[in-house]
Each structure stands twice: as structure tokens, then as C-alpha cells.
């Protein structure tokens, strides 16, 4: 009788001790998108927090990806200065200030994850958390 107790225990609790790993995120905390190229960026989320990271990228990607109009565009890290994000309803829309002193506005999906290394081990942030990024050489 107290085999098959112990038995019907173990069926009950292993989907609960099997699923202890994903309780913890994704991947290792040590783990993070790696781009081929290599940016710095700060970032200022919606309390003011400051993060300095370097290896950042969205995605792994280093460019912005938004709509505008019917169309997608892709801006490369390397022609932005900053991005200010502003939620209006479901929309992210962001303000994409370039290197040659434009700008231009997208509509961003604030699924989407900006990751990066800080002196502390890694950082990550939905990009609908950010209030701005400021991208350095």
C-alpha cells in the first residue's frame, strides 16, 4: 500500500518538478542575443531607471524594425542617435533621431525585447518598458 502511494505522489508532483526550470526565464542569466555587431547604449525605462549597457540589440537585431503606413522599414544602429518611445493605446509608436540630424516615427511591436551587458552581468527589457535609448559609437 505505501508503494503505490508513494508511486501516484511522484505522478501527482513530477510535471510541478519538471517545470521548476522554466520558472527561471529563458536560457541562463548569463545568456543574451549575441549581434555581429557591437553597440553601447543607454537606456531610460518609464521610472527614470538608467541602464548603460554594451552587446545591445533588439532581438539579436541590431537595427530598429517598425510600420509606417503599410509599409515595414529598418533603420540600422548605426544611423540612430536615440529613440523615444511613446505608448498611444495598443501602439508603441517611437521618435528615431538620426546621426545626420532627421528624425522619423514608426510603430514598433512592444513585444519585442532589447537586450545588452551591463558591469553587472546582463539586462533585458521590453521595448514597451523603455522611455528612451540613446545609441553610442
Known sequence: MKKGYGYVLGILFLPFILGMGSMTGSG???KI???EKKFNATFIDQ???ITTCTDVSIEGKTYIEG???KGVY???FEEIESVTFLSKGDELRVRVRLRNESADELILDA???AYGRTGHG???IGLGDIKKMILKN
Open 67 to 69: 510600420r509606417k503606413g
Open 47 to 49: 521610472m527614470d531607471i
Open 111 to 113: 513585444d519585442r525585447k
Open 74 to 76: 529598418t533603420i540600422p
Open 33 to 35: 542575443p549575441v549581434a
Open 122 to 124: 546582463t539586462f533585458q
Open 28 to 30: 541562463t542569466p548569463d
